[in-house]
């Protein structure tokens, strides 16, 4: 498999994903500010891993919504199939991506020591 053509499935899965789960996965549980962060796809085209983060809500909020998402992702899926023009879907693994929650964290502490001075 060409690595340029699984790239190009990346940013298209990462593109769509982002418009579904934005405008069309209606569950009220699902809060906050949710951004598609990375798509990584297997070679073989089986297996996408979706980084998420998920902003502006408290922690437990956070840990349900991340949970309704993972319990639409079979609603996901098919609306990927439809969307793009592959023999067959990546089955969708999500998971949390923290990495901008850890460094808004840092900010806020680095706040913290500079009004402190």
Not at 85 to 114: A, H, V, Y
């Amino acid at each position: 498999m060409n690595v340029n053509r699984v790239e190009r499935v990346n940013e298209e899965i990462k593109r769509k994903l982002s418009v579904i789960i934005s405008q069309e996965v209606k569950d009220p549980r699902i809060k906050g500010i949710i951004t598609v962060t990375y798509v990584k796809t297997t070679q073989d085209l089986k297996f996408s891993k979706v980084g998420l983060s998920i902003f502006d809500v408290t922690e437990d909020e956070g840990n349900e919504c991340f949970k309704r998402i993972v319990a639409s992702r079979g609603f996901m899926r098919t609306k990927l199939a439809h969307e793009l023009d592959l023999r067959s879907t990546p089955e969708l693994i999500f998971e949390r991506d923290r990495g901008m929650d850890e460094s808004e964290n840092i900010e806020r502490l680095l706040k913290q020591i500079n009004s402190k001075e």
